[in-house]
């Protein structure tokens, strides 16, 4: 079973608008954290926003947001007046487990393609 | 800014050959991890090194290896390089000492197997 399911390959908004992006996850580990990245054509890996399985509360960064809904294991992102430059695939992975080798183990999933017309 | 850089930027090789691509970081972090993302799929975990030592693998065979130096520089290396190697490989340093702390990752390395 895929970890990690983003089962939008391509979305398109408006500038000004709001967006969601889905993602719906699958572990058995209590312990596990969620992330959001943005990877423009350039290929960085570009750092959203971060969910924790034991927070209780939905993170948020500027416009971004993550709409975490634990009991259908969703992590949706949210991003608020989107922007010309938001236009770019955008990655939700999770990291099972709080220390040791799981530091540095993200699972991808296969990637939204994001774009914002003017 | 991640602090993160990679070289080379790109890279040609052909098959049966051998690569090294390098990483180092401005800061110093002693969680260094690979990545291998072929085209149009999410990145795959290849290593995590911790303290110079690799310290969990994904389902990667024995010629992908690697090292990690005092520095908190790193490299991967590719040996008997094959078609299917051909993606954008990244690493990305560790960023915090907390269990909510992310990996910030380098702009990557193009490797085209021929």
């Known amino acids: 079973a895929q970890k990690i399911t983003q089962t939008q390959p391509g979305m398109f908004v408006q500038e000004k608008e709001a967006v969601t992006l889905d993602c719906t996850y699958d572990?058995?580990?209590?312990?596990?954290?969620l992330f959001w990245y943005k990877q423009p054509s350039s290929g960085e890996m570009i750092f959203l926003i971060y969910q924790g399985s034991y927070d209780q509360q939905n993170a948020t960064e500027g416009r971004y947001s993550l709409n975490f809904q634990k009991a259908r294991k969703s992590a949706n992102l949210v991003i608020s007046a989107s922007q010309l430059g938001d236009s770019a695939m955008y990655f939700c992975?999770?990291?099972?487990?709080?220390?040791?080798?799981?530091?540095?183990?993200?699972?991808f999933g296969q990637g939204t393609i994001l774009t914002v017309h003017p | 800014e991640t602090g993160v850089t990679q070289s080379p930027t790109h890279l040609i090789k052909t098959r049966g050959q051998q690569v090294t691509l390098r990483c180092s970081s401005q800061?110093?972090?002693?969680?260094v991890s690979w990545y291998q993302q072929a085209l149009g799929q999410g990145p795959q975990f290849i290593f995590q090194y911790y303290r110079e030592e690799e310290n969990g693998r994904g389902n990667f065979p024995p010629r992908f290896s690697g090292l990690q130096f005092p520095n908190y520089s790193s490299e991967l290396n590719v040996n008997a390089l094959e078609l299917d190697d051909s993606a954008l490989y990244l690493c990305a340093r560790r960023g915090g000492i907390t269990s909510t702390d992310t990996q910030y990752f380098g702009p990557g390395t193009r490797l085209t197997v021929l």
């Open positions: 572990t058995s580990d209590p312990s596990y954290g």
């Open positions: 800061s110093g972090h002693n969680t």
């Open positions: 992975a999770m990291r099972e487990g709080l220390g040791g080798t799981s530091y540095g183990k993200l699972t």
